[in-house]
């Protein structure tokens, strides 16, 4: 069935393009390196990490999860992040879900404890948001966390990312389902500055 509209952004567009390192001064957010799955399978094991996101990983499963990247920035459904400094890493930043056909994407996001209380997170969430506005030029881009996580949403309000609803008891986690916060951003709304 043929469709009515154009694609938001073209097909190809995130493919014909090399993954970008984002530099915000004393961070950077760079792809994945496999010399990282050791720092992500411990990342993985901190307990608030672990809630949020459900999930836990051995070295070899990070080195799994680090692997399909690049795989899924070809096949232009997604792209993740290391967010480091001088000293290691301090998280990850990822587009977890891509729709270039709707100008779609949906991101998340983590921050180990030591670089808490930092302004990591939503420096991060800032760099990504402009970028993939300016340069891949989507149309809106999602974030979702549980309505318990506090953090998590001040991290989305801080970086711009307006919240719309409740998507009521939509994410299951170790302790039962969570009602979760939807924020977005558009891309004609106001400027970020990282």
């Given at each position: ?86 000293s290691g890493l301090l998280g990850q930043i990822s587009l977890r879900r891509l ?33 993939v506005f300016d340069e891949l030029n989507l149309h809106r881009v999602e974030l ?51």
């Open positions: 069935m043929p469709l009515q509209v154009d694609p938001a952004v073209a097909p190809g567009t995130l493919a014909r393009l090399a993954q970008p390192v984002l530099h915000l001064h004393d961070v950077v957010l760079r792809p994945w390196r496999a010399s990282d799955a050791a720092v992500v399978a411990e990342a993985y094991s901190e307990p608030s990490i672990q809630h949020w996101h459900a999930r836990s990983m051995t070295k070899d499963e990070a080195r799994a999860w680090i692997d399909s990247w690049p795989g899924r920035w070809d096949q232009e459904s997604g792209g993740g992040w290391a967010v480091v400094n001088p729709s270039l056909k709707e100008g779609l994407a949906e991101v998340s996001y983590w921050v180990l404890p030591a670089a808490r209380g930092h302004r990591v997170a939503t420096r991060a969430l800032r760099t990504l948001s402009t970028w979702a966390h549980s309505t318990l996580n506090p953090a998590s949403c001040h991290v989305a309000e801080n970086a711009g990312y307006t919240l719309e609803g409740v998507k009521r008891s939509e994410s299951l986690h170790t302790d039962g389902w969570h009602d979760m916060h939807l924020h977005a951003r558009l891309i004609d709304d106001a400027p970020l500055h990282p």
